[in-house]
């Protein structure tokens, strides 16, 4: 077994701004369009690409289940990564920070029904989990030549035990 146990917390905004946005309407609309009948969430993610373009992907993921093993991270250096449910599916994300080109602690968060994720430039994490069903999700990230995944296998990997209430 192993010491590194995460918990995962719900996500918010603000315990996740160091990694990425989250995407939600837990705020006031921007506007309200289409003769009254529909609310605008306006600029909600930074997206950030060294070069090439933005892209829209669709991945369907299989389901992913308590104790997850995380023990593999991986980042993307030339642009940001939003993920954005199609199917009702809440997923675990798992992210930690940069630690001298390797990763640092990992944290990890359970979204609610609604939320999205956008992954900041660089920033290291877990591979798509969707939590207890599959998930069809699509994918803003960047298009372009040349590699843009770095993967690091972890020597000690994390497990997550603890579902959200």
């Known amino acids: 077994m192993t010491d590194r146990i995460l918990t995962a917390a719900p996500l918010t905004a ?6 990425g946005d989250v995407i939600d309407t837990q705020r006031a609309p921007d506007k309200i369009i289409n003769q009254g ?3 605008r969430y306006t600029d909600l993610a930074k997206l950030d690409f ?9 991945f369907d993921a299989k ?3 308590l104790p997850y093993t995380v023990d593999l991270l991986e980042r993307h250096p030339d642009g ?15 992210v930690a920070p940069d630690a001298g080109g390797m990763p640092g602690a990992a944290q990890a968060f359970f979204t609610a029904p609604g939320q999205c994720v956008n992954l900041h430039r660089g920033v290291w994490h877990g591979v798509l989990a969707p939590f207890e069903a599959p998930g069809l999700f699509a994918v803003i990230d960047r298009i372009g030549s040349g590699a843009n995944l770095e993967e690091h296998p972890l ?3 994390y497990i997550v035990t603890a579902a959200p209430d």
Do not use: K, N, W, Y
């Not at 603000?14 to 990694?19: T, V």
């Not at 060294?50 to 669709?58: F, M, P, V």
């Open 37 to 39: 009948m529909c609310d």
């Open 50 to 58: 060294s070069d090439g373009r933005a892209g829209i992907s669709l």
């Open 155 to 157: 020597d000690r990997p």
């Open 63 to 65: 389901a992913r289940h």
């Open 80 to 94: 940001s990564q939003a993920f954005i449910p199609i199917t009702p599916t809440r997923f675990l994300v798992i």
């Open 14 to 19: 603000e315990a996740f701004h160091s990694f």
